[in-house]
């Protein structure tokens, strides 16, 4: 029943024949306790109680439609809402609460991590992007001052930073794919790209979708670090070379 879709003919018929059922059941039980006809009770009692369990499914099959709207409804919730606010909640550093903007394009968001106000983290940003395909999720971090080769892997140089971030992502099933992204158009920098197999039902079961949300957390919050750590490295090293 779950991927189950009825056309709203069939849906009405169905709310009008359980309507009447119950209907029938309630008027027979009303007549035979004003009338005191035991027979009649007794048939009410048994009709009701036989059609509640029927009728809970057809609650189901009515209100609750599991069909590819609903697959595409919570796809656009995950990527919207519940994903950037675990990210938000994760994220508080430093005394600074970071600001989250996103692009929702289709089963695709691209996401960018800005820090503002005087903390220590003021001025970072951070974009990436999620790919969810009903059983898939694709996570691209786009490093912007990074210029990374045609092949990298956790051993490559220009990751220095982030290697330890990548390899734990890697031991919690994420796979990083060995050709990078780059941007299309002007501008520098690469994207390192991992992948993660699902649950077939991931969409239709709230835990599994908050232990993603809050596992892609840890995830972001560690590339945050690194790159505020990367950020800082090279600022302290532009001011050696300026001395």
Request: hydrophobic share 45%; with cysteine; aromatic share 8%.
């Amino acid at each position: 029943m779950q991927l189950l879709v009825l056309p709203i003919w069939a849906r009405i018929g169905l709310l009008l024949i359980m309507f009447l059922i119950v209907a029938g059941g309630l008027v027979l039980l009303t007549t035979g306790l004003l009338w005191k006809e035991k027979e009649d009770v007794t048939a009410a009692m048994t009709l009701l109680t036989v059609s509640l369990p029927i009728m809970l499914i057809v609650v189901a099959l009515v209100f609750g439609q599991r069909g590819a709207k609903r697959l595409k409804d919570s796809t656009r919730y995950l990527l919207e809402t519940e994903l950037p606010e675990t990210l938000l909640a994760n994220l508080v550093s430093r005394g600074n609460r970071p600001a989250i903007e996103r692009n929702l394009q289709g089963c695709r968001c691209d996401y960018r991590l800005h820090y503002r106000g005087n903390g220590a983290m003021s001025g970072l940003e951070v974009n990436f992007s999620v790919e969810l395909n009903v059983k898939k999720i694709n996570v691209a971090f786009w490093l912007a001052t990074q210029d990374l080769p045609d092949i990298v892997s956790i051993e490559t140089g220009a990751l220095g930073h982030f290697r330890h971030v990548f390899a734990g992502a890697e031991a919690e099933g994420y796979r990083m794919n060995n050709s990078p992204a780059h941007y299309l158009g002007t501008g520098s920098g690469s994207g390192v790209l991992f992948s993660r197999e699902l649950d077939p039902d991931f969409l239709l079961k709230p835990a599994a979708r908050l232990y993603l949300c809050q596992d892609l957390g840890f995830f972001v919050r560690g590339v945050v670090e690194a790159t505020y750590s990367a950020s800082k490295a090279s600022s302290q090293t532009a001011q050696g070379q300026n001395v």
